[in-house]
């Protein structure tokens, strides 16, 4: 039965690494996939992480089954990291984390998620966004359209035409936003812009569905959060797909998030539960490794050292 399959195009990123292992150019520099390398072209591993593993190491004392949604210390943590400690949706009790296999994995559980009880809707991409943005909600089903983000003869954001577009998205689609360090362009929005986009949302009724790949990368920990702060102040409802691949290094325990912001916690919880049905039936429940290393205390008391 396998005769009649054609050969599938090369991912738009991970083969042009491959293409780059292949050239034997001694001069070659590989700016494909975002991975932080040192001065000898090594990925390094954070002192961090390795005093976290061996703490693991030493005192692991079972290798069974993660939760579905994975450790709730886990989830606790990421809504303080995306949010801060003592947020007003963390003391309403109504967000809900689930951990997943890397930043990927929540935003195509997230589209599993949405799918099944937004049907119709339509999500909205960034012109340009990340190659793999598209093909995740397009392989789970949605119609995919994009707004205006970047503008080539000014090398910087189209705001006006952004801002237009997401006043015209109607209620029920979704939007999906880069949080910061916009992916592929670099171009990011201001706090003030963060605002208005915000309000944008709130009176326009579309669900945010914000892709939060680089805290820490752009201006600090802190400050990163700010277009996620700016939504929840006007959006109740939306998501959050966030990772540790790249902030910590952990790109190989693909140790990432889906965060869900409900408007109350009786609605956190139901949404949640079909958030677990989805993970269930694709992955049954996250790898603990990553999860692990996050939530141990070796690991933030060399963090809190910085």
């Known amino acids: 039965m396998f005769e009649a399959i054609p050969q599938a195009p090369a991912d738009a990123i991970l083969g042009l690494t491959d293409a780059w292992k292949k050239d034997p150019n001694p001069l070659k520099v590989n700016l494909g996939v975002g991975v932080y390398k040192d001065e000898s072209g090594a990925t390094p591993i954070l002192a961090s992480v390795k005093a976290a593993e061996q703490k693991i190491l030493a005192t692991a004392t079972t290798k069974s089954y993660m939760p579905i949604g ?3 210390a886990y989830g606790k943590l990421v809504q303080d990291m995306i949010l801060g400690d003592g947020h007003e949706a963390i003391k309403a009790a109504r967000v809900r984390t689930a951990h997943t296999p890397g930043g990927t994995g929540g935003l195509r559980v997230g589209a599993d998620f949405l799918k099944k009880f937004l049907p119709t809707a339509t999500v909205w991409i960034s012109k340009p966004t990340w190659a793999n943005h598209r093909g995740i909600f397009q392989a789970a089903g949605f119609k ?5 983000y970047y503008d ?5 954001l189209d705001f006006a035409g952004m801002k237009a577009a997401l006043e015209k998205v ?4 979704i939007v999906l936003l ?3 360090c916009h992916n592929p362009t670099g171009v990011d929005l201001t706090k003030e812009q963060w605002n208005e986009i915000a309000a944008v949302g709130g009176k326009a009724g579309w669900l945010p569905f914000m892709d939060f790949a680089y805290q820490g990368f752009g201006t600090g920990l802190e400050d990163d959060r700010h277009g996620v702060l700016a939504m929840a102040a006007h959006c109740p409802e939306m998501l959050v ?6 902030n910590f290094g952990l790109y190989q325990d693909r140790t990432g998030a889906l965060t869900l912001f409900a408007k109350d916690a009786k609605q956190a919880d139901a949404s949640f539960s079909n958030v677990e049905i989805v993970v269930r039936v694709n992955y049954s429940n996250p790898a603990a490794h990553g999860g692990l290393i996050v939530t141990t205390q070796e690991f933030h008391e060399i963090i809190r050292r910085f």
Request: hydrophobic letters at 20%; one cysteine or more; charged letters at 25%.
């Open 70 to 72: 994975g450790d709730p």
């Open 144 to 148: 995919v359209e994009e707004y205006p």
């Open 152 to 156: 080539p003869a000014t090398k910087g």
């Open 170 to 173: 109607k209620a029920g689609d």
């Open 178 to 180: 880069h949080v910061c």
């Open 241 to 246: 797909s966030s990772s540790f691949s790249k």
